[in-house]
């Protein structure tokens, strides 16, 4: 485990104990890194009305320092705090292979100086409210800030600036920023298509994949989008046993199975009816 990413966990580690002094209620949290083109503290004042006007982000009340900034929100706890050194290289580099949208991520994100990290906390909360929080904070960090990009590290997702915040403001069409929070992957094997996700988890349900279909990675990812679009916007997990039923009318039923290439994975397999 790389230095930045044992920071975050303690770091968030501390914010949920934080937050389960005050309640008992059962706790939702989501961290992410923002790399900063410069070794230079944010101006956590000038950032918090921007925080507020631009993004539409309630603050209830706030603590605000040099290097940290606190603030609460109807339940919510969220912590940014500035940290000069950039992360691990290897970490970087590993999740700049894997960001596939983000075509300059290898030549920039190696090359931040700095971070922000950034951890919200919820006690009693629907996933996609905290993750929604997170999303605006994120943005306003980002917009705010000489950055490359965010990382998340608990599901490998890394997005450069300008896709994150447009990606945010879909939320003001009542749309998901689902990149921003799952991460969509695939590949090919002996001519057939194979895709999965990854972060489904943090919503309460497996995550789905589709095994070695003559459809093209375009079509199998899409299937797979839309199924995920799906339950977030309902808030009803898919199950085992469920079908879904792709936009041209095909029918795949889910199976729970061991993953045949994400290790140690249960994940939900859409098998064609």
């Known amino acids: 485990m790389s230095r930045i990413t044992c920071f975050l966990f303690a770091f968030l580690f501390g914010v949920v104990q934080a937050a389960v002094a005050q309640t008992a209620v059962p706790m939702r949290a989501v961290s992410g890194v923002v790399l900063l083109r410069e070794a230079k503290a944010p101006d956590f004042h000038a950032l918090l009305p921007a925080l507020r006007k631009d993004w539409g982000f309630v603050v209830d009340s706030s603590q605000l320092g040099d290097k940290k900034m ?4 109807g339940g919510l706890t969220v912590v940014v705090q500035y940290v000069n050194y950039p992360m691990a290289p290897a970490e970087v580099r590993s999740a700049a292979e894997g960001a596939w949208l983000w075509g300059t991520a290898r030549e920039e994100a190696p090359r931040h100086q700095a971070q922000l990290t950034l951890a919200v906390v919820g006690a009693g909360q629907a996933p996609v409210t905290v993750y929604k929080a997170y999303t605006r904070v994120a943005a306003a960090l980002l917009e705010n800030t000489r950055a490359y990009g965010i990382y998340l590290p608990r599901h490998y997702l890394l ?22 929070w799952v991460y969509f992957g695939m590949f090919q094997l002996d001519g057939l298509s194979c895709a999965y996700t990854y972060g489904l988890d943090d919503f309460g349900m497996l995550d789905l994949e589709i095994v070695r279909t003559p459809k093209s990675l375009a079509e199998a990812h899409a299937i ?50």
């Open 70 to 73: 606190t603030l609460y929100s």
């Open 159 to 180: 997005h450069s600036r300008d896709f994150f915040l447009e990606a945010a403001r879909q939320m003001n069409r009542d749309e998901l920023p689902l990149y921003c």
């Open 224 to 273: 797979l989008y839309d199924a995920a679009r799906e339950t977030l916007r309902s808030g009803k997990p898919w199950q085992e046993g469920a079908v879904i039923e792709s936009v041209d009318g095909e029918k795949f039923l889910l199976r729970r199975v061991r993953s045949p290439y994400i290790e140690n994975r249960e994940m939900l397999q859409l098998q064609k009816l």
